[in-house]
Every structure is written in structure tokens, then in C-alpha cells.
T-cell receptor, first 115, second 109 residues
Framework: NAGVMQNPRHLVRRRGQEARLRCSPM?????VYWYRQLPEEGLKFMVY????????ESGMPKERFSAEFPKEGPSILRIQQVVRGDSAAYFC?????????????FGPGTRLTVT | RKEVEQDPGPFNVPEGATVAFNCTYS??????FFWYRQDCRKEPKLLMS???SGNEDGRFTAQLNRASQYISLLIRDSKLSDSATYLC??????????FGQGTELSVKP
């Protein structure tokens, strides 16, 4: 049973470009979470999604960031017009059910570097 | 005040030592509590859940005190492979996990 998959593992973007980060949850998991870890900081919750629905986006920056989890395909975290401060590790996690949303399994992360 | 606060690190201990990590959380409505481990800023991995009755898994013992809003992790007989950053994690609102800053442990031969 494959774990949570994220790609790319490393992404380099110039300031002003767009970054697209992908996350495929574990088989049978329909709940996806995105977290960000800035250099020298802890992980911070960004957004919680179920298929085709955003459940909690309280941790998402108000501008330039968006997330989706379509009926088919991976979840996408999209960052428009990236700035140097967006450089971070972005982790995706998935959980199996609505009654166990605390039981989250993490992917290997995407390390975004903005030059 | 941070939602989850941990001991500042790093902790440098010799092999075989016993080491204790402490953590406090600010939201009394918190429902679930965990210790995660993170190696070299790779993905966090669940070490153990924490219950009010206390729980033990081999050399690791976790305790929760809801009245004091305090969580602890005790590692006995430290191994070199225990070197990592230990993250205190709390859940109180749906799927949102709140992570502490982490405490770095370095076990030396």
C-alpha cells in the first residue's frame, strides 16, 4: 500500500512565477491536509480538503494561495506570483475518515525554493 | 502566546541516558494529543498518541495532564537512532493539527 505521494520533491521558481504542488493521498483516504514548514520553524496548518470541498482554509494566506482536491486526480496546492518568503517545505497528509481526521499520514514533502 | 509550546533545545545526551520533553497547550478544548518525530526536516512521523491514563511503548512513555494542559515524553536508555526533532502535536478542531516548534535531541556515543 503506497503511502502519501508528493511531487515534485524539489521545485525551484523565480520570483513572480507560479508553483504547483501535487499530493496523492494514501489509497482509500479521502481527506487531505496541507502544512507549511518555513526554515527554522514548526509546521503550520494551511488547508483541509475533502473530494471537491474545502473544509477548513483558516491557515491559508489570503492572497496568491489556493488549493483543490478534484473528484479525480491529486490534490493541488497552487502559489501564484511566488516571492522569496514562500520558500519552505510543503507537506501533505491524508486521513481515512471523517471520524479520524487526527490520524494523518504525511508525504515526503515538496521543498520550494524561490530565487 | 503560542498554541503549543515546547522546551527549547537542543538536548545533547549520552547513549543510555533518560531524557524528558515537556509541552504545554493553550486551548482547553483540545481533544487529541500526539508526539511526532521529524528527522532532518523530512516528513513528520507519528511516534505515539498521548492519553490521560498515560501510555508506554517500549522505551517511550507519554503522559497527559488535562488540568495543567501539559504533555510529556520520556525516553529511557537513549539510542543514537533516537536523535531527531520531537514534535508535540494537538488537535482540537476537526482535522487541523497544531504543531509545537519541536525539540531537537542529539544522542552521543
Amino acid at each position: 500500500n503506497a503511502g502519501v505521494m508528493q511531487n515534485p520533491r524539489h521545485l525551484v521558481r523565480r520570483r513572480g512565477q507560479e508553483a504547483r504542488l501535487r499530493c496523492s493521498p494514501m489509497k482509500g483516504h479521502s481527506h487531505v491536509y496541507w502544512y507549511r514548514q518555513l526554515p527554522e520553524e514548526g509546521l503550520k496548518f494551511m488547508v483541509y480538503l475533502q473530494k471537491e470541498n474545502i473544509i477548513d482554509e483558516s491557515g491559508m494566506p489570503k492572497e496568491r494561495f489556493s488549493a483543490e482536491f478534484p473528484k479525480e486526480g491529486p490534490s493541488i496546492l497552487r502559489i501564484q506570483q511566488v516571492v522569496r518568503g514562500d520558500s519552505a517545505a510543503y507537506f501533505c497528509a491524508s486521513s481515512p475518515s471523517a471520524t479520524k481526521t487526527y490520524e494523518q499520514y504525511f508525504g515526503p514533502g515538496t521543498r520550494l525554493t524561490v530565487t | 502566546r503560542k498554541e503549543v509550546e515546547q522546551d527549547p533545545g537542543p538536548f545533547n545526551v549520552p547513549e543510555g541516558a533518560t531524557v524528558a520533553f515537556n509541552c504545554t497547550y493553550s486551548n482547553s478544548a483540545s481533544q487529541s494529543f500526539f508526539w511526532y518525530r521529524q528527522d532532518c526536516r523530512k516528513e513528520p512521523k507519528l511516534l505515539m498518541s498521548v492519553y490521560s491514563s498515560g501510555n508506554e511503548d517500549g522505551r517511550f512513555t507519554a503522559q497527559l495532564n488535562r488540568a495543567s494542559q501539559y504533555i510529556s515524553l520520556l525516553i529511557r536508555d537513549s539510542k543514537l537512532s533516537d536523535s531527531a526533532t520531537y514534535l508535540c502535536v494537538v488537535n482540537y478542531q476537526g482535522g487541523k493539527l497544531i504543531f509545537g516548534q519541536g525539540t531537537e535531541l542529539s544522542v552521543k556515543p
